[in-house]
Each structure stands twice: as C-alpha cells, then as structure tokens.
C-alpha cells in the first residue's frame, strides 16, 4: 500500500504531463503520497523517484527539504500553533503552553491515541488575526484556551469532518484540464522561436521585446 | 470617515479609499466566475487582445507597477530585462507568501483568484511567457482550493488554454503547490523548488531569472499582488491607474498591521503619501495602540526590515523615503510593539524565524543565523554577558560587514544609516536574520544590558514573547561564572 496506488498513479501522470520536465512534478507528487498514507513512505518516494526520472535519493533530498513532509506517521490532525512575531506579541506562548497541557504532550509529539500531533509552526500569513493556528492546513484565528479545548472537542467527536480532512489531504480540489483546451508543455529544448501571437506584431529589434 | 468590514474576509478593512485589487472583497462569492464576469471580469484581458503585446508591455512600463514582492521593482521593467530571441520564456507567480508580517497574497488567492489569473494572462499575452507556473505556499489549503476551482472554470470558460478567446494568444496556467520553506519565495528558490529540488537559491550573477531561468530559459518571477494589479490596469489604462498614489509609487499597496494595535488589520491603501501614523493612530485605519499604550517601536516592511521608532512615525509609505531612512517597506507588513514589549524577547522570535528558515547553502547564514538565536536565547533566558552583546555584532559583520543599516533617533543621537546593506550570503534570508538583532540591540541596548545586570526579566514585560528560549537553556557553569566575573 506504500506505493501509490492505482488511482494515485493516474492522478501523477497526469500532473507530471502539465511539466515541460517531469521532475518538476516532485513536490506535488510527495503531496499525493502523504495524502495517501498521512506521511511519505520510502516505498512512495521510490515510486515517484520511477515517475519523474529521478533516484529515490534525489526524491528523499528534495521532501526532506520542506516542512510539510513527515516520514513517520503523525496525528491525524496536525496542529500547527504559530509561534512568529506578531502571533508571539498576542500570547502565542501562553497558546502553546495550553495546548501542551490539553493535549497532554509536548510540542513536536503525538498523542497517544494518535489523534494530534502538535508543533510550533512559523508565520502562517494571518498576521492580524494573532494568535493563529491551523489544522491540517485549516486556519483558526484569535485562537484562545477556549476556542483550542473546544477544536479539540470537535475534531476528536469528528463534527469538523466536513472541513478539515485527515492529515495529508491539503487542497480537496485538483486543478483539471480539458483534453480540448489544453496547450501542453513542450520540452524547453525544442522550443526555439517566439510563441504565434508574439510574431503578429514583430519589433523592429525582432525579439518580440 | 467610514470603515467597512465583511465577515467574509475577516482582518480586511476598506473606508473611502479607491481600491483596485480589493474591489470584490465586498462580495462573499467574490471568487466565483459568476461574479468575476459581473463585475467587470475579463474585460482587462479582452482589452489587453485588442492591442499588440508590445502595446500592452508598453502600457505596464508606463504605469510603473511596482513589484509587490519585496524588492519593488517595476514589473513592465522585469519583463523587458529578458533576452532578446530567446525562447521559450516562462512566468512564475509567487505565492509562496510568507514573510513575518504579510498577510495579502492569501487574500487576493482566496478572495478572488480570477483576479490573480486575468493578471497571469495579460503578462504571459505582453512579454511572450508561453506557460505559467502558480506556485502557492503549501500551507495554504484554501487559497489553493479557491484557484484550483478557479483554473478549472476559466479553462472551461475559454479564458486559458489554446486559442483563448479567439485569439492567437495560447497558454497553459498550472497550479503548483510548495510544501513549507520560507527560502522559496526567494525568486531563484522558487525556481528550484519548481524544477523539483531542494529550494536552495542560485547565484546572481548569473542566474538571473529574466536570462536563466526555470529550465535555463528566461523567466519572469512576479509576486500575487504585482499580478493583480494588471487587470484594473488594462481596463483603465496608465493614465488612470497613475492618478492614483504619487509619481515614484503609483496605485494602491496592500498592507498588513498587527501585533499591539487596536484594530488590525489589512489594508489597500493609496500608495507613497499615507504615513505610518497614519496606518498606526487614524481611526480610518488601525484606531492606536492597544489600551492606549505608548508605542515603542514597528517593523515596516515585514520581519526583514529594519525596525522603527515613534521618531519616524510621519514617514510616508514610500520605498525611497523609507530606504533612506534606514529600513525597507518590503512586502508591507507592519508590526506594532507597545511599551510593555520585551524587547530583546521580541527580536528573538524574529532570530529564531530565520534560524529555522535558513537553507543552510551559504555559511554565514547557516552559522551565524544559529548563533545569533542561541546567543540572543542566552540572553534573553538571564544568562548572557556583555560579551554576548558585542559579539551579536561580531556574527552580523560576517554576514553583513560594514555599516548596516538602521534608523535615525533622536533619544540615542544616533544618524539613520540607509539601505542597503553589503552581504555575503546569496540571498537575502542571512542579511535577514541580522536585521531584528541589529535593530533590536542598536535602538534599545539598555533593554539587553538590563537582562544581563539583573540576570532576571525586565518586570514591564506584559506577555512573555517566546517560551521555548526561556526554559531550553540550562544554566551552563560557564555562562553563569562569567557573568559573576564580569559584574
């Protein structure tokens, strides 16, 4: 189950028929086999290191570059508590501290019924919104004790189902591109004139500048 | 004086101020092609067909939009720097928004990415970029959701792809996700991170993006806001959209406020003439400092500018006035700090940001980020020496040497020193990590020293800023010996 599976697979080539090169697919592709498992296995690495034409080394290189990829499994909700400047001016120390005494672990684990994982995240562009927090990517805002026991509560009974997927799962919505309008990548090295409506209206240095 | 607020879009306010990407914001559908269309949608990009690409290239160059993303350079300007007869050449929207501080890309994503999309259109149809790349900031779910839904209605509508509207005017716009790392919105990050890498910047020369790009072809990296800017601009012209804001920084800038403010919040303001008083104590904007304190310092330009004091309150929102005076407007965020602020705690969430941030490529940054956040950790946590103080400076010279800059004030005597600053790092993350320490150390010293004499808290200190530094460190027998010998 650790490779993509069937349906994931179409899913990548697709995505890896949108690159003029595949290799630029690595990153939305490690997305997909997070979302699959909730954490990116050395199986699916090597997979997707088969798709783009890359070693399961290179793929491992890249994904452990970017925060967002786990490589064991976390919580089903990933609580990510800012803890940047203007969310530090507005108390998201004493955030923290609740949440670690909530949820009964410390920043970076995993509770033991392997609901949360909890971390301190860096700025999450909300600024003004100070204290913030996401779930799984989802945004809370003016976060209190109150308003964190009570997403807690919600998430754990699963009446936020509807909103925040489990871990792993970021955008619910894929980007589609018909057949009929598509364009179609083509390799950087066979391209070597300007695009058609460019040459409508040549320049008299011929750059189309 | 009115100030309108949507529950929609919670954090925006907008008053009688001309708005140019924040129009729709007063829909709650703003994101929808249905609405798009009814509120004048397309329409830039049909105008933008009507001319010659070097006629709408023509039309940016003499509007001067400025880039949004941090650096401020005129877009129509980027778009020309491209080699002449080099083909393909590719467009990179930067939405990896992330600087401490700004909060609008998400917004203009999540509040109408049509907005953002007819932008891409008319840079693509102008400066001969054959695909688009949309690189949104991983963490952003909902923005990407919006333009996801987005993409797909104006491809089904014809308004991407092949032959759009008609036209001989062909391009592919794809959605592109990163995955966490602040780095990536460095311009020559992005297009690593894009070609599937770890996101580490490339060397300038001579990998500037307009000449070597993604793929080693000429690319334009341009910011959201930059980008959102166009339709308005096709629909109304140069002239119009330089009637707004002043001759150096025509239109409108999307700024954040927070931290100690009564109302923060997100504004488009008219650019290079509102003040930071104004931003800060009108009540069109955020009404004054919270509680009425006294305000201590602000960041200007989002958490890699240097800091402010009430002494340059009356400076205008503008870059120059701003570079001059010793800090940069970046990508408009401004951080408010009252008098209760704990300041060397403040300039510790900032350290330690880049710290984490660094991508490790360039060893000053790598190093020297680290050891300014675990000397400053030292410090704040009571166990710093006067030593300490001096060699935060030391660090930062092997980053940045020479003078840095940082504001004028009036209570130090001190001259504002202007930007820029020299560096020895390839991008500008390292530089980045110095300035909250710089800023912090160089306008409030005695705030430090305190820490050191009292070996305690300063007592004003109303919210602990950062909880991590005060308790990850132990005593060490050496810090705790020195500090006796030295006192």
Redesign the interface.
């Known amino acids: 189950m650790s490779r993509l599976n069937e349906d994931n697979v179409r899913i990548a080539l697709e995505t890896i028929a ?4 595949a ?6 592709l ?2 997909l086999a997070q979302q699959q498992d909730g954490y990116v296995t050395n199986e699916a690495m090597a997979h997707i290191g088969e798709l ?1 034409g ?1 070693t399961s080394a290179e793929v491992f ?2 994904a452990t ?5 786990k490589f064991k499994p976390v919580g089903k909700y990933l609580i ?1 508590i800012c ?4 969310c ?4 998201a ?2 955030l ?2 609740h949440a670690e005494r909530r949820l009964g672990i410390k920043a970076g684990a995993t509770t033991p019924d392997g609901l949360f994982t909890l971390e ?11 204290p913030t927090l ?1 779930a ?4 809370r ?1 003016h976060v209190t004790p109150a308003t964190f026991d009570a997403l807690i509560d919600d998430l754990a009974n699963g009446r936020l189902d509807a909103e925040i997927p489990p871990h792993g799962t ?9 057949a009929d ?6 390799s ?1 090295d066979d ?8 040459a ?2 040549p ?1 008299a ?5 | 004086m009115t100030v309108t607020t949507y529950s929609h879009t ?2 925006f306010y907008t008053g009688d101020r001309p708005q140019i990407v924040t129009s729709r914001f007063q829909y709650e559908d703003s994101y929808t092609l249905d609405r798009y269309l009814a509120t004048d949608g397309y329409k830039g990009l049909r105008a933008a067909l009507a001319l ?4 709408v ?1 023509d039309e940016v160059t003499k509007a001067t939009v400025l880039g949004r993303g941090g650096a401020g350079f005129p877009a129509g300007v980027k ?2 720097l ?4 080099v ?2 050449r590719y467009l990179v929207v930067n939405g990896d ?7 609008k ?2 917004l203009l994503m999540e509040r109408d990415p049509h907005q953002l999309i007819e932008g891409c259109l008319i840079a693509c ?1 102008a ?2 970029l ?2 688009c790349f949309l690189y949104i ?6 923005a ?2 919006r333009v ?2 987005a ?2 209605e104006a ?2 509508a ?1 308004y ?3 032959c759009i509207l008609g ?6 716009i ?9 780095v990536v919105g460095e311009e020559t990050a992005l297009i690593e ?7 580490l910047p490339r060397l300038k020369p001579p990998f500037f993006p307009a000449a070597i790009g ?4 000429p690319t334009i990296v341009n910011n959201v806001e930059t980008l959102a800017n166009l339709a308005w601009l096709l629909r109304h012209g140069a002239d119009e959209y330089t009637k707004i804001g002043t001759a150096t920084s025509p239109g409108t800038r999307m700024v ?5 403010v009564k109302r ?3 504004f488009e303001i008219v650019n290079g003439t509102t003040t930071f008083r104004d931003l800060i104590y009108n009540e069109e904007f955020c009404g004054g400092i919270r509680d009425d304190h006294e305000l201590k310092a602000f ?1 200007p330009g989002g ?1 890699s500018a240097p800091w402010f004091t009430p002494d340059q309150l009356d400076l205008p929102f503008e870059g120059r006035l701003v570079g001059a005076a010793g800090s940069m407007l970046g990508s408009g ?1 401004i ?1 408010v ?1 009252d008098h209760t ?1 704990d300041i060397p ?2 300039a510790l ?2 350290a ?2 880049y710290a ?2 660094s ?1 490790g490529k360039c060893t000053p940054c790598r190093e020297g980020g680290t050891w300014l956040m675990r000397i400053l950790q030292r410090v704040v946590a009571g166990f710093g020496t006067h030593r300490d103080l001096d060699q935060l400076f030391e660090v930062g010279q092997t980053i940045c040497p020479g003078a840095f800059p940082h504001a004028a004030s009036e209570r130090l005597g001190l001259e504002a020193v202007p930007f820029p600053y020299k560096m020895t790092t390839i991008c500008f993350v390292g530089p980045s990590a110095y300035v909250p320490v710089h800023s912090a150390l160089t306008l409030f010293r005695d705030e430090f020293e305190a820490k050191i004499v009292k070996r305690t808290f300063i007592p004003v200190t109303a ?6 530094a005060v308790t990850a460190l132990p005593a060490t027998a050496d810090s705790v010996e020195a500090v006796g010998v030295g006192q």
């Open positions: 949108r690159y003029p090169k290799r630029s697919a690595m990153i939305p490690l997305h783009v890359a290189g890249t570059f970017y925060e967002m990829f990510n803890a940047t400047m203007s530090a001016l507005m108390g120390e004493q923290m501290h301190h995240a860096e700025c999450q562009a909300a600024c003004t919104e100070a996401q799984n990517y989802r945004y805002f970021v955008a619910r919505i894929r980007q589609r591109i018909p309008r598509v364009v179609g990548p083509r950087p391209v070597t004139t300007a695009p058609e409506w460019m409508v209206a320049t240095s011929g750059g189309g500048q | 919670p954090g010659s690409p070097t006629e290239h778009w020309g491209t080699p002449q007869a083909w393909p928004e992330s600087e401490p501080g700004t909060y890309d998400r149809y400066a001969g054959s695909q900031r991983g963490e952003m779910a909902l990407q959701e996801a839904i993409l797909n491809y089904a014809g991407i792809g092949t036209s001989k005017f062909s391009v592919d794809v959605l592109h996700w990163g995955a966490g790392a602040y991170s894009l070609e599937g890498n770890r996101g993604l793929y080693g072809k954040a406020v927070s931290g100690h923060p919040g997100v960041v958490g965020a951080m700090m602020t705690a403040a969430t900032l330690r940001f984490n941030e991508c919210i602990p800023v950062t909880g991590s």
